[in-house]
């Protein structure tokens, strides 16, 4: 009897755990004739990624359901002549256009450019960005967008930093006090208060906060375990027109991803030890004081994220890919690796991953998709009838999410802290995405503050009742009603 009740209760728990949901990866039905690699979240909903060839770009369209798996691709305007780069500085701004700087490479060879190009999304068209006074080079330097709109980025090669207006297109120059390295290789996460989290690479387990009200960088402790790996190449590194310059890599660094619950979990590039560690930093309770480190845990099987990609899932955890190919969600305290991927990572607004690696574009949804309501934004104030091809104004709260949700080790900075407008017909539940632009804030855990957006209503779409819902890294708010003329 005892044998057959075992037996029993085997059978249910397999059938139970065969019911149960799991990760899953499944390829696009439509794929980028030029390939894909980084992607950007435009604020209409749609997706930009840069071709194999690194000068052309594409963009995918949800369908008239709101799919991504059945989207579809259409070119966009390619960057100008020369400029094909590859490992930037990169961002989507404050008014919907994004800018790329800098590159690594160009057209294949390492010269770490200081070439620059705006895209506007509405226009189709790339205008050049001169570099800030005195950068001759740039290459894959670090950078984020501050709160107040501005785009930071530093000097890779020594530890200037520079802020560029988007409105004026004009560069300013910032101190950098306290400082104690250059920037390269080194990753930036904005934190709720406006300041910028890095980890030191040439000089770990060092870390700083930047202050941009000081313009200074003071120390917030030893990250407890070392984040950072000797650089494989030794020597000099040739750049310059001849090759007259040397860069000496200070090695490398794993993406940080600042968590709902206000710590940022910052990981490693392979170590002493092989497997890459971790560590997790907790902020001051007012987020003016130094904050403490503790050691998280170490990568399963010798692993490490050096140089990789990081987003932050909407049910909180952080999805991790190890440079095995092996992807991790780190739940604040232990990894759970899940499927495999070589590829570049963003969340969309429907709340999976984009997986793009040059060969294929595939989506990742997680087993758990649920998210605390309070993370979710939250309209206070909006049209109740909006005419098609007309701006509107909404306002609410923690309208840009709780978190920049993506990283890489340094470059190559897809962040996606700012709000979507998304509009569901009620009655043939097709879905639309308002065009949103000139965000009040691009700050992140904003909390009650009040914040605002602006958003055009799409002149195609249908007319009627709608469901309108701001989306901010994947959540959705509480949806209200509008009525479409």
Same mark, same amino acid.
């Given at each position: ?136 080079f740039i290459g894959d330097s670090p950078s984020v967008v501050l709160p107040d709109g501005r785009f930071l980025v530093g000097n890779k090669l020594n530890m200037e930093m520079a802020a560029l207006d988007p409105g004026t297109l004009t ?98 590039? *392979? ?160 879905? *639309? ?53």
């Amino acid at each position: 009897m005892i044998k057959k009740l075992l037996f029993a209760s085997v059978v249910l728990f397999l059938a139970l755990t065969s019911l149960a949901p799991a990760q899953s990866f499944v390829r696009l039905v439509n794929q980028p004739p030029g390939g894909a690699y980084l992607s950007f979240l435009l604020t209409d909903g749609a997706v930009m990624s840069q071709a194999n060839d690194y000068s052309h770009w594409w963009k995918l369209t949800p369908d008239i359901n709101g799919s991504y798996v059945n989207g579809t691709w259409t070119r966009l305007a390619p960057l100008e002549s020369g400029y094909a780069p590859n490992d930037f500085a990169s961002a989507v701004l404050a008014d919907g256009r994004v800018i790329i700087l800098g590159g690594e490479y160009n057209n294949g060879s390492f010269v770490l450019s200081n070439l620059g190009e705006i895209y506007d999304p509405v226009a189709n068209t790339w205008t050049p960005l001169d570099p800030p006074s005195g950068w001759d080079f740039i290459g894959d330097s670090p950078s984020v967008v501050l709160p107040d709109g501005r785009f930071l980025v530093g000097n890779k090669l020594n530890m200037e930093m520079a802020a560029l207006d988007p409105g004026t297109l004009t560069w300013t120059m910032l101190g950098s006090t306290g400082k104690s390295d250059f920037h390269a290789e080194e990753g930036w996460t904005l934190l709720p208060d406006g300041t910028v989290l890095t980890c030191d690479v040439q000089n770990a387990p060092h870390s700083e906060r930047y202050f941009p009200s000081t313009q200074s960088w003071p120390r917030v402790g030893n990250t407890i375990v070392d984040l950072h790996s000797p650089s494989p190449f030794k020597g000099c590194s040739q750049y310059g027109d001849l090759g007259q310059f040397c860069y000496y890599p200070p090695g490398e660094i794993g993406p940080a991803i600042l968590r709902p619950d206000g710590t940022v979990f910052a990981t490693g590039s *392979f170590s002493k030890v092989k497997a890459g560690h971790t560590a997790i930093y907790t902020p001051s309770r007012d987020m003016t004081g130094a904050g403490t480190w503790a050691a998280g845990p170490d990568f399963p099987n010798n692993d490490d994220a050096g140089d990789s990609f990081a987003v932050l899932l909407p049910n909180g955890k952080v999805l991790l890919e190890g440079n095995s190919g092996q992807m991790y969600e780190f739940d604040g305290v232990t990894f759970n690796p899940t499927l495999q991927t070589f590829g570049y990572l963003i969340v969309l607004p429907t709340g999976e991953v984009l997986s793009a690696d040059g060969r294929a574009v595939k989506l990742y949804t997680p087993a758990n998709t649920s998210y605390a309501p309070a993370w979710a934004p939250q309209i206070k104030g909006y049209p109740k009838t909006v005419q098609r091809g007309n701006t509107y104004a909404i306002s609410g709260q923690q309208f840009n999410g709780l978190s920049q949700a993506a990283a890489s080790g340094d470059e190559l900075e897809t962040a996606t802290n700012y709000p979507l407008v998304r509009l569901t017909n009620t009655k043939t539940h097709h879905v *639309f995405y308002g065009r949103t632009h000139d965000h009040s804030t691009m700050g992140v855990a904003t909390g009650t503050q009040l914040v605002s957006t602006n958003f055009d209503v799409p002149a195609t779409m249908e007319t009627g009742t709608c469901t309108l819902e701001v989306v901010a890294n994947g959540i959705p708010s509480p949806a209200v009603t509008v009525t479409v003329l």
